[in-house]
Each structure stands twice: as structure tokens, then as C-alpha cells.
């Protein structure tokens, strides 16, 4: 079986996200604002990416949950 290496880097990078959001959460407030710098750094990274789109959505869902846990 071969596996496809974008997806494989996706699916780590999803992972890395949902640990992120998690950490954050269980740790505060304090640290939302640094969570979400780092998605809007690895946004831009990307944004020269092709096919990334799918991706852009876990960065938006990962944004819109720090967001709407800090709005809590």
C-alpha cells in the first residue's frame, strides 16, 4: 500500500490543529491569542499551496472554535 505524502502531511497537520485547540482550551484564555497567530503564520505559509482548500477549511473550524471559546 502506498500512501499519498500530501495526505499524510495533512492529516498530521490536522492532528497538530485539534492538539493545539485542545491545549489552549484546558490551559486559558491567555494563550487564544498566540493560537490564533500561529493558524494565521501556517495560513499564510500555505496560501501559495495548490489544492490546500480542503485544509483552509480545518484552519477556518480551528480559528472559529478558539474564537468562539474565547467570546465564552
Not at 493545539?20 to 486559558?28: A, D, S, T
Amino acid at each position: 500500500m502506498t500512501f499519498d505524502p500530501f495526505e499524510v502531511a495533512r492529516a498530521e497537520l490536522v492532528e497538530a490543529l485539534a492538539r493545539m485547540v485542545n491545549r489552549v482550551i484546558q490551559h486559558g484564555k491567555a494563550e487564544t491569542q498566540s493560537a490564533l497567530g500561529s493558524i494565521e503564520e501556517i495560513r499564510t505559509t500555505l496560501a501559495e499551496v495548490a489544492n490546500i482548500d480542503d485544509f483552509l477549511e480545518d484552519l477556518d473550524a480551528a480559528e472559529r472554535t478558539l474564537r468562539l471559546y474565547l467570546s465564552t
